[in-house]
């Protein structure tokens, strides 16, 4: 189906914008964001949490074996760095 939309110019700047930072066309990136927003619903946590192991968020770091280890490192190393 085709649809002739008529963006004001500032957000067709906004979305043209975010598609080139992604490298998408910009058609591909409103038709995204419009299927995003057709299935959108308000959620509750454990679907966020099953979405994101879904896409891949959750998990990918397979390499990460202590969580709570792993961010005192992060906390270490960001409080040594120089601060230029």
């Known amino acids: ?6 963006l004001p110019s500032n957000v067709e700047q906004q979305f ?4 080139n930072k992604l490298g998408v066309p ?3 990136y ?9 299935g959108s619903k308000p959620m ?10 879904k896409e891949g968020l959750i998990g990918y770091r397979s390499d990460i074996t ?3 280890q792993h961010a005192r490192e ?8 120089s601060r230029s």
């Open 30 to 38: 409103i038709v995204d964001l419009l299927v995003r927003k057709a």
């Open 44 to 53: 509750t946590g454990a679907e966020i949490v099953e979405f994101w192991k």
């Open 16 to 19: 043209a914008a975010e598609a």
């Open 26 to 28: 910009l058609a591909d």
């Open 1 to 6: 189906m085709s649809v002739l939309i008529n």
């Open 66 to 68: 202590d969580s709570q």
């Open 74 to 81: 992060l906390r270490r190393q960001a409080e040594r760095r």
